[in-house]
Nanobody
């Protein structure tokens, strides 16, 4: 069983920083991309940042210049460094990892999610 364990969420004041971590463990598979999503109360889930196996990154316009996604391949961990936090960043943050694995001779796509971690930005 593949497990994604998130950590690093919490309460922070506006202008502060947090670093979220997502560690992947369990059955072996090839990771193609790692992403961070967030969902605020009453709103739909949105993609915050993503990083591909080749290291390409993308960000939501609302977080560009403030958030940085990175990964440590040796540790199978993806990070989200969140700086200059704003109250509107308050949400549940979810790690998502997509990739492929072998099922016999067949390659199948896999998609795993973390349990979510709360980020609250408030004075």
């Amino acid at each position: 069983q593949v497990q994604l364990v998130e950590s690093g969420g919490g309460l922070v004041q506006p202008g502060g920083s947090l670093r979220l971590s997502c560690a992947v463990s369990g059955s072996a598979f090839a990771i193609n991309a790692m992403r961070w999503y967030r969902q605020a109360p009453g709103k739909q889930r949105e993609l915050v940042a993503g990083i591909t196996s080749g290291g390409s990154t993308n960000y939501a316009d609302s977080v560009k210049g403030r958030f940085t996604i990175s990964r440590d391949n040796a540790k199978n961990t993806v990070y989200l460094q969140m700086n200059s936090l704003k109250p509107e960043d308050t949400a549940d943050y979810y790690c998502n990892v997509v990739g492929t694995r072998y099922n016999g001779m067949r390659i199948v796509s896999v998609d795993y999610w973390g349990q979510g971690t709360q980020v609250t930005v408030s004075a």
